[in-house]
């Protein structure tokens, strides 16, 4: 493609280039659009599909119930403890002022006041039979919140194993759906490569050559973008064994376009050299002398060399004389440089 030499052939190409290039994004849009309007194939997976679902709602429903036995237990506990305080400053201040009633009474030593006595400490006795009931709630609402939370916590136990089972079953599920996601899209894609490859292989230097690249494109962009990260993986081994095919049909196809090129090259350097001239495009010869390699077999010559008339390695002549004026001129040069003689009328008058 970069053997063109002149400048708006040069410029052509390049654009060119770049239709294949916008070709292959809208190629990849278009793809793209359609495999997103594709019924989806799988629907997620979810741990509840491989559970006992009974089992998993009961399991469920028992732990709510009892975060909720402890909530209220909680509340009713501070309310209980509350009431538990008030008896208990209750029952101290009545004690305080029993106390202090009974010091005085010690002082005055009135008798009348025994029935008083008796009288208050029953009332004491009272206070603090109700502080010990306000205790026993308080303890009662502990109670209840502690059997809530250790039944919760069994049955969250309960649960996890169930839902550690599902996880497993689940994992063995996605495998699957793995492969059969990945055949869907191989299925998709395998069509596209086959065609990609086929235009490589035939097409690539046809007229249209800008459309069958860009469709290479895409085909390799739908390969290492929709195809291989679904791959599924294996631990590893299906990646790296279509990696090493990959490479070897990659290397293979390399080794045998060297040893083809080399084939042609031996057989054209066998060739008279005004056939050889004759099937060297023109340009391809220019390129190649720009490079001071010989047009012929492609090695290294010195071109400034004014005694070198002809290809060390191989032979072709790469100066001659225009039959006009004698001037050494390219022997690849269509015209002298000189007098302007067509090279090509020379040889016909040689001829
Ligand atoms: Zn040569
Ligand atoms: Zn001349």
């Not at 201040?93 to 009348?112: G, Q, S």
């Not at 292989?201 to 085909?219: E, L, Q």
Request: aromatic share 10%.
């Amino acid at each position: 493609m970069s053997k063109a030499l002149r400048l708006s052939e040069k410029w052509f190409r390049r654009g060119l280039w770049l239709v294949a290039v916008v070709f292959a994004s809208f190629l990849i849009g278009l793809g793209g659009t359609i495999v997103g309007d594709l019924p989806k194939v799988e629907r997620p997976l979810q741990v509840d599909d491989f559970l006992d679902k009974a089992q998993a709602r009961a399991l469920r429903d028992t732990i709510r119930a009892q975060r909720d036995a402890e909530q209220d237990a909680q509340t009713a506990l501070e309310q209980a403890q509350l009431q538990h305080r008030k008896a208990l400053s209750d029952n101290q201040a009545e004690r305080e002022t029993f106390n202090n009633w009974l010091a005085t009474r010690r002082v005055t030593e009135r008798a009348d006041h025994d029935p008083e006595v008796l009288e208050r400490t029953r009332k004491l006795d009272l206070l603090k039979q109700a502080e010990r009931q306000a205790l026993r709630a308080v303890e009662a609402q502990q109670q209840a919140a502690l059997d809530a939370r250790q039944t919760a916590a069994a049955t969250q136990r309960q649960l996890s194993d169930l839902e550690s089972q599902g996880y497993a079953r689940m994992q063995a599920e996605r495998r699957k759906v793995e492969l059969r996601v990945f055949l869907y899209r191989l299925a998709l894609t395998l069509p596209l490569l086959v065609a990609a490859g086929w235009l490589f292989a035939k097409k690539r230097h046809s007229t249209y050559w800008p459309f069958v690249w860009g469709f290479i494109f895409f085909a390799l962009f739908a390969f290492f973008v929709e195809l291989v990260p679904y791959l599924p993986s294996y631990g590893g081994y299906v990646r790296y064994v279509v990696g090493i095919g990959i490479t070897v049909l990659v290397g293979r196809y390399a080794i045998l376009a060297l040893n083809r090129y080399l084939e042609r090259q031996k057989l054209a350097e066998a060739m008279p050299d005004a056939q050889r001239r004759e099937e060297l495009s023109y340009d391809v010869a220019l390129a190649r002398l720009a490079k001071n390699v010989c047009p012929g077999c492609e090695r290294p010559v010195d071109l400034k060399n004014e005694t070198i008339d002809f290809c060390p390695h191989c032979g072709i002549g790469l100066f001659d004389r225009c039959g006009q004026c004698t001037t050494r001129k390219s022997a690849f040069a269509h015209f002298c440089h000189a007098c302007g003689t067509s090279a090509k009328l020379r040889l016909a008058s040689e001829a």
